[in-house]
């Protein structure tokens, strides 16, 4: 063979030394460095699709389970089985208050007659008369009528002073309401009793949600979901005692005399249970996500609902069912974007003035301390704001029911409707801003 041109055979400066250092085991190279960590953000990410698929999961279950023991499995005594998720939630939030693992703050006994005891009261309405609707009418269709939650709301806080009537807003609220009405006229299984109960289930969470923001948040009363469990669970199974006596106490001890009513523990329990766990995933889910992420997982919960009645209830849902619910349903989904957009104007302006404040304690001959109370919203502003995301499908909360899609479980009658994202501390406007500068 001939030998390589001069060009080719030369050897580039410190080639050989790098040769032998390869030939010699690479001591030359720089060490292999450790893949990099995960994300945090991802990681995040991740955390909270499973709270939310969590939630979706309980919140779903526990309103499938409601519907075949009432209707199904034929324990037709709605107010009982609101009672024994009342029982449950009472046991399981104060286990978790008097334990220390979750911090309650007390509430004066004036107080708690005052603002919390109505508030029970409304609560168990809303629960009552949300269960009684499964006995007339499918999930599905329920799930339609809840997207007046909004208007609901909205007529209420204008009648008691909490929220300026606005053209826009109320053609929002019309048009949410022509899509429930060509919904409902497409409901093959309509029943006016059905309809009554839920629309005066949605009425009561309606009440209840203003009394929130009048009664507790304006005293400066912050819970989140487990120490408003623990406050108000009490109150609504108190509540319930009067109606359970003259509307059930008669029907269903004959019944489990006679053997007529299928009295299974077994069942009950499991869904007293479920409607606790339902609670506590709110709880986890509100700790972690925001009122956006609670907004889209209401929407997924949503139409799975309608999809899973129509499959395993065998609910007929028409084109004109589904075409009404649509019209209502972008209705809310404007509504709540607005009610976003609102809340981040509120927020960027309130930090604009803690700036400013800030500044203007930092120069001479500023204040040495500098209160900033003035320049955040109300405790009760920024957790009424909260309280208006609604979407279709919840009771308002969160928590729930619906207030920041905390959706209170309402109907689902789990307790979960015992969240109420309006209190939460978090919600609260300016919580965060309320502080002392120093200078």
């Not at 302006?349 to 109300?378: H, M, Y």
């Amino acid at each position: 063979m001939g030998s390589l041109p001069a060009s080719l055979a030369r050897t580039p400066p410190g080639g050989g030394r790098k040769a032998q250092a390869r030939s010699q085991g690479g001591a030359d190279e720089p060490p292999c460095s450790p893949p990099p960590p995960p994300s945090p953000l991802l990681a995040a990410a991740a955390a909270n699709a499973a709270c939310a698929a969590l939630w979706i999961a309980l919140s779903a279950a526990v309103i499938l389970y409601n519907k075949w023991i009432l209707a199904v499995h034929g324990f037709a005594f709605p107010i009982s089985l609101t009672a024994g998720h009342m029982a449950a939630s009472t046991l399981v939030a104060a286990a978790l208050v008097k334990s220390g693992a979750v911090a309650s703050p007390t509430i004066p006994r004036a107080t708690y007659w005052r603002a919390v005891a109505p508030i029970g009261a409304l609560f168990a309405g809303t629960l009552w008369l949300g269960n009684a609707a499964y006995l007339h009418l499918s999930v599905s269709f329920i799930q339609m009528l809840k997207a007046l939650m909004p208007v609901a709301v909205y007529g209420v806080g204008c009648a008691a002073g909490l929220q300026a009537p606005s053209r826009g807003v109320a053609a929002n609220m019309g048009a949410i309401t022509a899509g429930v009405a060509l919904a409902s006229a497409g409901e093959l299984a309509f029943s006016s009793t059905g309809v009554a109960l839920q629309l005066a289930s949605v009425c009561t969470e309606a009440c209840r949600l203003t009394l929130v923001q009048l009664l507790l948040q304006r005293r400066g009363l912050h819970l989140n979901p487990v120490t408003t469990l623990y406050h108000v669970a009490p109150a609504s199974l108190a509540a319930l005692a009067g109606p359970w006596a003259a509307l059930e106490a008669g029907p269903l001890m004959a019944g489990i005399k006679a053997g007529t009513v299928p009295l299974n523990p077994a069942i009950l329990l499991s869904n007293a249970a479920a409607a606790v766990a339902l609670n506590l995933a709110v709880f986890l889910l509100i700790g972690r996500t925001s009122a956006l992420t609670m907004n889209v997982a209401g929407v997924l919960k949503d139409w799975l609902l309608i999809g899973l009645s129509a499959t395993l209830f065998g609910a007929p849902v028409s084109a004109l069912n589904l075409g009404g619910y649509s019209v209502a349903f972008f209705g809310v989904l404007w509504y709540n974007a607005s009610k976003l957009r609102a809340m981040a104007a509120t927020a960027a302006a309130a930090a604009s003035a803690e700036k400013g404040a800030v500044t203007s304690a930092a120069a001479p001959g500023g204040k040495g301390v500098v209160s900033l109370a003035s320049l955040a919203s109300s405790p009760g502003e920024g957790g009424g704001e909260a309280a208006r995301l609604l979407l279709p499908g919840e009771d308002g909360g969160g928590g729930g029911g619906g207030s920041a899609r905390a959706g209170s479980a309402g109907s689902e009658g789990g307790g979960g409707g015992a969240l109420i994202a309006a209190v939460f501390g978090r919600a609260g406007g300016g919580a965060g801003v309320r502080r002392a500068v120093a200078a």
